[in-house]
């Protein structure tokens, strides 16, 4: 849960709930959908039906999804933020370097989101997309933005979204985070063994404006089979670093 509005508007916060919940269920019927969310039925229809009138949702046969008017809203906020353009083309060269998944990931609401991800020719298939908003505390990219973010934000965010498991490997105690936080500093790079999906390994570093800000994180990942080894915590780490040097380079000078 994010921080609660002073004087929150009951209506705007049941068509949030309305649009998250289609793409849950990766769209529904109005009865669906208002046993979902726990409304009427009639209540639902004229949330739909003002969101279809306004272009946001789309009604196939009486089966509504998200409409594709959000990707021009996600798009511009992508390019609202300039570490996305600065850093796109060396996510890339990680990725044809690689082979493997390359990342860029930024924080926002004490979340992490993808805003680009790129392949390499062997890069294996995850769930994860563009947009797709993750918890810090279980992946490389995020753990390598927390161990640059001050101690009482991070506390904000355990108390906002918690340190729940996504597998057995991930971190789950506060103070054994702030150990490992502590490790990345200290080192430049963070290491994500199993953490956040099981057999997906992953290396991350952050990066830090000319005030030592975070501005996000770009990482490598890959099948556990292959992200082994010597390759795992020498090779992809030192590669990770040159690029982020590049980066901020030119987060510095453009």
Excluded: W
């Excluded at 529904?28 to 046993?35: H, I, R, T, W």
């Excluded at 798009?75 to 353009?85: D, S």
């Excluded at 004490?110 to 805003?115: A, D, E, N, W």
């Excluded at 990942?221 to 030119?250: C, D, M, Q, W």
Aim: charged share 30%; proline share 4%; glycine share 8%.
């Amino acid at each position: 849960m994010g921080k609660q509005a002073k004087n929150p508007i009951k209506s705007t916060e049941n068509t949030f709930e309305i649009v998250e919940a289609l793409k849950e269920l990766n769209g529904a019927g109005v009865s669906e959908l208002a046993s979902h969310v726990e409304l009427p039925r009639s209540t639902v229809h004229n949330y739909l039906s003002t969101l279809e009138q306004e272009e946001y949702v789309v009604n196939e046969d009486g089966r509504y999804r998200v409409g594709i008017r959000f990707l021009e809203l996600g798009a511009h906020a992508r390019t609202r933020r300039k570490i996305y353009e600065i850093a796109k083309p060396e996510v890339e060269s990680l990725a044809e370097e690689t082979g493997e998944l390359a990342n860029l990931l930024v924080e926002e609401h004490g979340r992490g989101t993808y805003l680009q991800r790129a392949r390499g020719h062997q890069a294996v298939q995850v769930e994860a997309h563009v947009g797709t908003r993750v918890p810090l505390h279980s992946t490389a990219l995020g753990k390598a933005i927390l161990a640059y973010t001050p101690e009482s934000r991070i506390d904000e965010i355990i108390e906002m979204h918690g340190i729940e498991p996504a597998t057995p490997n991930t971190v789950t105690d506060r103070d054994t985070l702030f150990d490992r936080l502590e490790t990345i500093r200290e080192r430049g790079y963070a290491f994500d063994d199993e953490e956040r999906l099981r057999g997906l390994r992953c290396v991350a570093a952050p990066i830090l404006s000319n005030d030592q800000r975070v501005l996000g994180a770009i990482s490598v990942s890959g099948p556990s089979h292959r992200i082994k080894g010597e390759y795992f915590r020498e090779t992809i780490p030192n590669r990770l670093l040159e690029a982020v040097n590049v980066v901020e380079l030119n987060v510095t000078y453009s």
